[in-house]
């Protein structure tokens, strides 16, 4: 059927599409619509739903910025093309990563709600834990297609369970960085050598807190990391190298970083 433009002010017959991201930001919106009303052409895009409700595809913050003011709504009633809301908003005002995850999360996808709570665990940024949770070092970036779509899968979370417990160590210890983007990737990448010992560096944590300092890069990271873990040690590791190899070897194996 051919789009329908209508007007109401009855707010309670629409029904905020349940994979919708949240609604936010509003108040410049609602000084707009203070000034200028809700205009025709900017009408929010509904769908039938059961009886005469309808389920909001876009628009939603308009929606309820003039539900907040009490001023008409314009709406244009379609069919249901079928067209998943991400991919559809996505088209006006890009989702970001946070979007695609309070979307997922809020409707009970089980690896979306681990991310978050990974996330609210560690204060380990977004993209760093969708990684290391599907077992990939951080910053690889590689599922973030797969995130996007609802497809994402936690995988092995070895490696991510060992970054949480030496970032929880850190926190514990005053250290502010902890969750510094750069420092997770250099973590993360250290993590994979062979020779590193997570239980040593949580030892040289405690004991040598005050001799770690905010860097500006993952390279400066590592090197910190490498000081700190050979201090007052025979068997000294040169874990910034061996990192680095490690890396290499594992960008040859799975063709990313």
């Known amino acids: 059927m051919q789009p329908k433009l209508k007007q ?9 599409h349940k994979y919708n991201r949240n609604v936010k930001k509003i108040e410049k919106l609602k000084k707009s619509m203070m000034k200028y009303g809700f205009r025709p052409h900017k009408s929010i895009d509904v769908i039938p739903n059961d009886g005469d409700r309808f389920t909001v595809t876009d628009g939603h913050n308009r929606l309820v910025a003039a539900s907040e003011l009490g001023i008409p709504v314009w709406y244009t009633l379609a ?3 079928g067209m998943p809301i991400q991919e559809e908003q996505d088209t006006t005002r890009p989702w970001s990563m ?3 995850l309070v979307s ?3 409707n009970g996808l089980p690896a979306y709600i681990a991310v978050k709570k990974y996330m609210q665990e560690t204060g380990i940024p977004l993209g760093h834990a969708v990684s290391i949770l599907a077992g990939e ?3 690889s970036g590689n599922k973030t297609t797969a995130f996007k779509a609802g497809t994402y899968k936690i995988g092995n979370t070895r490696h991510a369970d060992t970054i949480k417990d030496i970032v929880l ?4 210890a005053g250290i502010s960085f902890a969750t510094n983007s750069f420092f997770i990737q ?3 990448k ?3 050598v062979d020779e590193f010992s997570p239980s040593r560096f949580k030892s040289k944590i405690k004991s040598h807190k005050n001799l770690f300092e905010k860097q500006p890069n993952v390279q400066a990271y590592l090197e910190e990391i490498e000081k700190i873990y050979n201090r007052q040690s025979k068997d000294r590791q040169p874990l910034a190298f061996l990192a680095e190899e490690k890396s290499k070897k594992r960008h040859l194996s799975f063709g990313k970083v």
């Open 186 to 188: 250099a973590l993360s």
């Open 137 to 139: 070092s951080a910053g």
């Open 190 to 192: 250290v993590l994979w």
């Open 79 to 81: 069919e249901d093309v």
């Open 104 to 106: 997922y999360a809020r």
């Open 8 to 16: 109401t002010r009855n707010y309670s017959i629409f029904q905020l």
């Open 98 to 100: 946070e979007d695609y």
């Open 169 to 172: 160590c850190m926190k514990k």
